[in-house]
């Protein structure tokens, strides 16, 4: 049995997936991630995260620590084909262990990190599916 997240069937990884590169014009610092919307709407969300980081309303992001200098580019590093969102994290996490970049935590840690969000969201899908089944 396979297990298709909501988010997979709205999103289209096949067409829309990239990975980008956020890069510190003052300090040199870069930043990788990945989406599945636009880089400059991801952007949005990184910039409106980091104002309530700044109100005390959200955690720290090593993102953030590019977004104070208000001085960066964002770039695009690769359009990137895939099935679902776990693909796209895997792919994100290959240019954060290839490039120097803020948000690096190692290979073996990088990759750990993106199973558990894959098997904390097949988690909540088993949930969701069982609810709807009683329903």
Not at 1 to 27: E, F, G, P, R
Not at 28 to 34: K, L, N, P
Not at 91 to 115: A, P, Q, V
């Amino acid at each position: 049995m396979s297990i298709i997240l909501i988010t997979d069937m709205v999103a289209d990884y096949k067409n829309d997936a990239k990975v980008y590169m956020i890069l510190c014009n003052t300090t040199g610092q870069r930043y990788i991630g990945s989406t599945v919307d636009t880089i400059h709407a991801r952007l949005r969300v990184h910039k409106s995260h980091y104002k309530m980081y700044l109100e005390n309303r959200y955690h720290h992001r090593s993102i953030f620590d590019i977004l104070k200098h208000n001085n960066y580019d964002i770039q695009l590093i690769e359009r990137y084909s895939c099935n679902n969102r776990g693909e796209l994290c895997d792919r994100e996490g290959f240019w954060i262990n290839t490039l120097i970049c803020i948000n690096s935590k190692g290979k073996d840690i990088t990759s750990k990190y993106h199973r558990n969000k894959r098997k904390y969201r097949d988690m909540q899908q088993k949930n969701y599916n069982k609810k709807r089944k009683l329903n």
